[in-house]
């Protein structure tokens, strides 16, 4: 029998590619974690300024980056598919995920890192690998559970999954989640628009009301 689905968690999660137009939504992303969570995902605290480095220097032609938007179109969890760019290993990937604090349990990393498969197998990528914390238990399950291999050495963490190769159901399903996760940002986007138009509509009938309310006086 089929496990029920994790208490909180929604059935479909709309997952975006980024491009270079969501660097400033990535950056308040990652600027927004805490200093734990920076620990987790980096490998030590970094700062603002390293924060705004690494964002400056993500490359969109070459890396692949995926995000979560919650209905305000804040991005509350995203991650980082980098791509190996060596001769003697063209077929990588390395995967980095960070969720914000407010939204744990809902299953947004697994989800990222269903995707960040997909999305690797189908690029031609045969081996994942991830690097964290030992201490990064959620990032390892997820990990484990896949079937990566895990190899510790001291404080630290490498696990490596060998990846199946792409197959049509594996692009069509790419196609279709990808173009949910578009949809999904523009109905969030127009909603966010006339709720702005709304709030701005009822400040000037508050204003037209005080006018009165001076002009009776």
Known sequence: MQSPPQVGAPLVVPIRALGPAHRGRIEA?????????????????????????YVAQLDFERDDIFGIYNRKL?????????????????????????????????????????????HARNEGVELLFIHALSENTAMLKIARNAGATLERFGGETEAFLRLPPATIDSRIIELVEEQLAQTDFRLKLQARSFWDFMAGLQEVRQGVRENRHKSGQ
Do not use: N, W
């Not at 992303?29 to 480095?53: N, P, T, V």
């Not at 003697?88 to 989800?111: I, K, L, N, W, Y």
């Open 29 to 53: 992303h990652l600027l927004a974690l805490d200093e734990q969570d920076r620990y987790l995902r980096f490998g030590y605290s970094a700062s603002d300024e390293q924060i705004r480095g």
């Open 74 to 118: 804040e991005m509350v969890a995203m991650a980082h598919l980098a791509f190996a760019h060596k001769p003697d290993a063209p077929t990588c990937a390395e995967f980095g995920v960070s969720v914000h604090r407010r939204v744990r349990g809902r299953g947004f990393g697994q989800r990222l890192f269903e995707r960040a498969v997909m």
